[in-house]
């Protein structure tokens, strides 16, 4: 079963908003109604997302599209910051790199980097399991975060930024073969 892992792009950044609750900004749903129109994206049969606002904007717009079912699935979400809350940048992503750098210790109260690559797996191959023999290929809508612990894992690599999403603001995707846990490529922009 061919699994398709797309991150969500742009957001709007309301710093009086709980971060979850973020939606897409005009700018990700322009980028992701390009996603949408990709030849990839017409195989789609069933998408699993996270719990969080901007990734349930992305698989919804799949679920207008197509009319596959959508799934949501709060394992799938970003590592769990609630500790911090709200950080600014350049402070967020200082963190963000002693996150991956250091992922068996929790930085400021953080998941640690090994609990989330941990709890990302099971939930992916728990979606996997569910999708069965169902046609279509599967895909999760989720964060940069995940997909980079996620294609970690795919690659046999340790912990590290360095499979990270090459585009800043999100929205990427990678696609592997979920039956063998095999990438068939690695991160892509979701605009062609």
């Known amino acids: 079963m061919r699994v398709l892992f797309v991150t969500h792009p742009e957001v709007t950044i309301d710093p009086a908003v709980p971060v979850p609750d973020w939606g897409l900004s005009p700018r990700g749903r322009e980028r992701m109604a390009a996603f949408c129109a ?99 290929d599967l895909c999760v809508v989720s964060h940069g975060g995940v997909g980079t612990l996620l294609l970690c894992d795919l690659l046999g690599d340790r912990i590290s930024r360095n499979h990270g999403q090459p585009v800043a603001g999100g929205g990427c995707f990678f696609v592997f073969e979920g039956a063998t846990w095999t990438l068939e490529h690695g991160w892509r922009d979701i605009v062609p």
Not at 87 to 108: G, M, Y
């Open 38 to 136: 990709r030849p990839e994206a017409t195989r789609i049969g069933h998408v699993f997302v996270s719990d969080e606002r901007k990734a349930r904007d992305g698989a919804d717009m799949l679920h207008e599209r197509y009319g596959c079912p959508v799934t949501i699935e709060a394992r799938l979400g970003e590592n769990d910051r609630s500790a911090t809350g709200y950080v600014a940048p350049p402070r967020f992503w200082e963190i963000v790199e002693r996150f991956f750098a250091e992922p068996e210790k929790s930085v400021l109260g953080w998941e640690r980097a090994v609990d989330a690559q941990a709890r990302i797996k099971a939930a992916v191959q728990d979606c996997i399991a569910a999708q069965g023999d169902k046609p279509g």
